[in-house]
C-alpha cells in the first residue's frame, strides 16, 4: 500500500540532511504531472529536431532503429532520475555519503552546464537560419539568452508552470501538423536494407550520447505523486511522437535526410494547410523555440542546484552558464563547430557520463526506497504474531 511517505522525504525524517540541503526540498518541488509536461516541453525538443539529420548522416537506414534504442534507453535513465526524485533519495545520499554526493552533485552539474551551452548553440543556429536572417548574432544571442536566464534563476517550478501552460498548445500543433501532413513517403526506406553488424551499429550509435539524459536536472527536484500516472502517460505519448517523427524522417527524405537541419520545420512546411493559405512554417518555429527555451533553463537550474549542493552555492553554475550562453556562440567562427564535434569521440563520453548519473539515481532511489520502507514498518515485538 502505498503512503505519502513513499513520495519524498520529509523534515522529521531526516532534519539533518534537510538542513544540509538548504531547504531547497520545498521550493523544488513538482506534481508528476507538471514533470510530465516537462518531458514532453524539454525531454524530446532536440530529438525531434536537429538529430535526425545527424544521425542519418551515420546510421543511414538503420536510423529509426537508432531512435528506438536511444527511447529504450532514455526512458530507462529517466526512470531512475524520477525515482531519485521521487524517493527523497537527494536528502538520503547526502546524509549518508557527503563526499559522493558532492561528486555526484560536481559531475551533474558540470555536465548540464556543457549540455546547456552546446544546445543553446544548436538553438542559435536554428534561430539564424529561420527567423533572423540579418540580424546580428549577438542580438540572436542576447534575446535568446534573457528568458534562458530569468527562467533558469526562478527555478524549477516556474519552469514547470511555463511547460504545463504551454504543453497542451504544443501538443495540439504538433499532432496537427502530423495529421495534416501531405508529403510523398516510401516507409520501406526504414527497413534494415543497409543492416551493419551489432558492433558497428553500437559504434556509430554511441556517438550521440549527448542527446541522453535531457530529464537529469529533476534528478534535484522533488517529485508528489498524484493517484493517475501522468508521469507515465505523458512520457510514453512524448516518446511515441518521437518514433513517430524518425520513421517520417526517413520515410519522406531516404538518402536525403542529412541535409535536412530541422525536421519539425519540414513537417510544417509539408501540411496541407501550406498549399491552401501558404507558409505554415511559424508553427513550427514556435514549437522549437518555446520547447528550447523552457529545456535550456531546466539545464540552468539543474546545473544551479549541482553546484548549490556541491560547494553551497548556485552562482558558480549560474556565472558560468550565462558567460558560456554568450561567449561561445559569438566566439566560435561558426556554430557548426559544436555539431562536428558533439558527435566525435565525445560522443562516447557524453554517453558514459550520461549512464554513469543515471545509474548513481536509479541505485540511490532503490536504497530510499528501502529505507522508507523500513521506516514505515512497525517493529515487531518479541514473541508477536505478524498481522
Known amino acids: 500500500m502505498k503512503t505519502d511517505i513513499s513520495t519524498s522525504v520529509s523534515a522529521d525524517i531526516l532534519p539533518a540532511a534537510s538542513a544540509h540541503l538548504g531547504g531547497t526540498a520545498g521550493r523544488n518541488t513538482v506534481y508528476d504531472s507538471q514533470a510530465a509536461c516537462l518531458v514532453f516541453c524539454c525531454g524530446i525538443v532536440f530529438k525531434i529536431s536537429s538529430l535526425p539529420g545527424l544521425v542519418a548522416s551515420e546510421m543511414l537506414s538503420g536510423t529509426l532503429w537508432l531512435y528506438l534504442f536511444m527511447i529504450a534507453v532514455d ?140 530529464m537529469l536536472p529533476l534528478a534535484f527536484s522533488s517529485i508528489k505523486r498524484k493517484k493517475f500516472p501522468y508521469l507515465v502517460v505523458g512520457t510514453g505519448v512524448s516518446y511515441v511522437l518521437v518514433a513517430v517523427v524518425a520513421l517520417i ?78 561567449a561561445v556562440p559569438l566566439a566560435l567562427p561558426s556554430a557548426h563547430v559544436l555539431t562536428e564535434f558533439s558527435v566525435t569521440e565525445f560522443g562516447y563520453a557524453a554517453t558514459g557520463i550520461s549512464l554513469l548519473l543515471a545509474l548513481v539515481c536509479g541505485a540511490e532511489g532503490i536504497r530510499a526506497r528501502r529505507a522508507h520502507k523500513r521506516k514505515a514498518t512497525p517493529p515487531q515485538e518479541d514473541g508477536g504474531e505478524e498481522t
Open 75 to 214: 526512458v530507462l535513465m529517466f526512470a531512475a532520475v524520477s525515482s531519485y526524485a521521487s524517493t527523497g533519495a537527494d536528502a538520503l545520499f547526502s546524509s549518508r555519503s557527503p563526499v559522493l554526493f558532492r561528486a555526484f552533485s560536481a559531475l551533474s552539474s558540470a555536465w548540464l552546464l556543457l549540455k546547456g551551452v552546446i544546445y543553446f548553440c544548436y538553438t542559435v543556429v536554428f534561430l539564424m537560419v529561420d527567423l533572423f536572417v540579418a540580424v546580428p548574432p549577438y542580438v540572436v544571442v542576447l534575446a535568446l539568452a534573457a528568458p534562458v536566464l530569468y527562467l533558469g534563476c526562478k527555478g524549477v517550478v516556474s519552469i514547470a508552470r511555463c511547460a504545463e501552460l504551454f504543453t497542451p498548445v504544443l501538443l495540439l500543433v504538433f499532432v496537427a501538423n502530423l495529421a495534416l501532413l501531405d508529403a510523398d513517403m516510401d516507409a520501406g526506406r526504414n527497413l534494415p536494407l543497409e543492416a551493419m553488424p551489432p558492433e558497428e551499429f553500437f559504434k556509430r550509435g554511441f556517438l550521440f550520447g549527448m542527446w541522453l539524459g535531457d
Open 249 to 326: 524522417a526517413v520515410a519522406m527524405y531516404g538518402a536525403a535526410l542529412p541535409y535536412v537541419y530541422n525536421m519539425v520545420i519540414r513537417l510544417s512546411g509539408f501540411n496541407k494547410l501550406s498549399l491552401e493559405i501558404g507558409r505554415m512554417e511559424w508553427a513550427a518555429i514556435f514549437i522549437v523555440i518555446v520547447m528550447a527555451m523552457l529545456s535550456l533553463s531546466l539545464h540552468m537550474w539543474g546545473a544551479a542546484e549541482g553546484s548549490r549542493r556541491a560547494f553551497g552555492s548556485p552562482l558558480p553554475a549560474r556565472v558560468m552558464f550565462a558567460a558560456g550562453m554568450i
